[in-house]
């Protein structure tokens, strides 16, 4: 069972990434806030976190800062992190808060599907 933490305060990324990325084995926490994010790491590690790049009082660059810092700091483990940046400008900022991947919106399916593999392949083939 692949377990997705999605982090977005926007119901339409809600359903544009349950819609690529459903299935019978993937399971979705959804969390409305960036403060919300790491707790929900703590309680239950998910396979993959997928950051809204604008999530309310905290967004998804601060937000995987801090996973990353606390995954450093021995206190989470490291979990893949999707960013879903809103224009090709915040790549730069996608890759200094050292998300693993990020997508530009507006979301293609396919390539949300792809990409959202290629993560939990190279998570499992480190980790296993």
């Given amino acids: ?15 544009e990434v349950a819609a690529a990325l459903a299935g019978r084995d993937v399971t ?25 790049f604008q999530i309310g009082n905290m967004g998804g660059m601060a ?5 990353r810092l ?5 206190r989470l483990p490291r979990v893949p ?6 224009r090709e400008a915040d790549e730069f900022l996608a890759r200094r808060s050292e998300a693993d991947a990020w997508l530009v919106k507006p979301l293609n ?8 593999h290629e993560l939990l392949q190279r998570d499992s083939a480190e980790t296993g």
């Fill in 109 to 116: 399916p396919l390539l949300l599907r792809r990409t959202a």
């Fill in 1 to 15: 069972m692949t377990k997705v933490l999605l982090a977005t305060d926007a119901d339409w990324v809600v359903e």
């Fill in 70 to 74: 606390e995954s450093g700091m021995g």
């Fill in 63 to 67: 937000t995987c800062l801090d996973l």
């Fill in 28 to 52: 979705f926490r959804v969390v409305r806030s960036g403060h919300d994010v790491r707790p929900a790491v703590e309680a239950s590690t998910p396979d993959l976190v997928i950051l809204d």
């Fill in 81 to 86: 992190v999707l960013m879903l940046a809103d």
